[in-house]
């Protein structure tokens, strides 16, 4: 059994900043990338920022030089340095790793349960 666990978030005034972090624990023989995707209320489910265990990002346009993306590979850990925030940031972020469980798995996409952000104007 594979877990994500996310953890960081609340309430912030805008211009402020949080620090997401996410942490995968279970039988994980190696992952390929983790990233952080964002729901608000009515809204699908879109892609934040993501990271491969080599290190390149990718983000979406709405958070570029506002967020960063970093992974600690040891620590099977992925975090979401957040500033500037500004109220439309406001969302559910969860956590999502591609990661497989042994030489004869397959690599899978797993889910943490998500962490609110909501950001006060």
């Known amino acids: 059994q594979v877990q994500l666990v996310e953890s960081g978030g609340g309430l912030v005034q805008a211009g402020g900043s949080l620090r997401l972090s996410c942490v995968a624990s279970g039988t994980i023989l190696s992952m390929n990338a983790m990233g952080w995707y964002r729901q608000a209320p009515g809204k699908q489910r879109e892609l934040v920022a993501s990271i491969t265990s080599g290190g390149t990002t990718n983000y979406a346009d709405f958070v570029k030089g506002r967020f960063t993306i970093s992974i600690d590979n040891a620590k099977k850990t992925v975090y979401l340095e957040m500033n500037s925030l500004k109220p439309e940031d406001t969302a559910v972020y969860y956590c999502?790793?591609?990661?497989?469980?042994?030489?004869?798995?397959?690599?899978?996409?797993?889910w943490g349960q998500g962490t609110q952000v909501t950001v006060s104007s």
């Open positions: 999502n790793a591609d990661y497989r469980r042994g030489f004869s798995y397959a690599y899978r996409s797993g």
